[in-house]
């Protein structure tokens, strides 16, 4: 190993695997912004994970990837371009570049008071701060996001162990699609 105090860097050997199962998996805290930051993300909806979907999350974020590349091209060629930002994070960006929105996976959810779900998907929309994202970005925003909540809801709900879990993604994903146009 090395570790270097310094600069608080820990880099584990090339053939160790560290074993995730030992430790909780609560994902990473939720980014704050600056309420007064215009070029602040707006969260458009949140998704909670069941827990017992937490080892499958690699999978989702892949099947999303996959999803939204097979949208890139629609209403029109070239109106998506669909990248991957760091290990969790899918970064979706329109043709007029005058907004995006991003699909952050991992992310610690509070509110489930049933201990049904420790973390979650968030999406939120980032515009440069200066102007509004245009009316075609919204509208197509609006479409896309319809499909990514259905491909979610379908890749959740067949991984979901029992009615209870079906029953809490459902009204998840409809609380979500309530929040769009």
């Known amino acids: 190993y090395v570790f270097d105090p310094a600069l608080e860097e820990f880099v584990p050997s090339f053939q160790r695997v560290e074993n995730d199962a030992s430790r909780p998996r609560r994902g990473k805290p939720k980014k704050t912004y600056d309420p007064n930051d215009p070029e602040a993300p707006k969260e458009l909806f949140v998704i909670p994970i069941p827990n017992s979907l937490l080892e499958s999350m690699e999978t989702l974020l892949q099947s999303m990837g996959t999803f939204l590349v097979s949208k890139q091209n629609t209403p029109s060629i070239g109106s998506w371009k669909v990248s991957r930002y760091g290990d969790d994070t899918l970064h979706v960006l329109f043709k007029d570049h005058s907004a995006m929105f991003s699909l952050d996976f ?53 991984d979901a162990s029992g009615n209870g879990q079906i029953n809490f993604i459902g009204a998840a994903v409809e609380k979500a699609r309530n929040t769009l146009p």
């Open 106 to 158: 991992g992310v610690a959810y509070s509110k489930s008071r049933d201990n049904m779900a420790d973390t979650s998907i968030v999406v939120e929309r980032h515009t440069d701060g200066n102007k509004p994202p245009s009316l075609p970005y919204q509208l197509q925003e609006s479409v896309i996001l319809h499909g990514v909540l259905d491909e979610l809801e379908k890749l959740l709900t067949n």
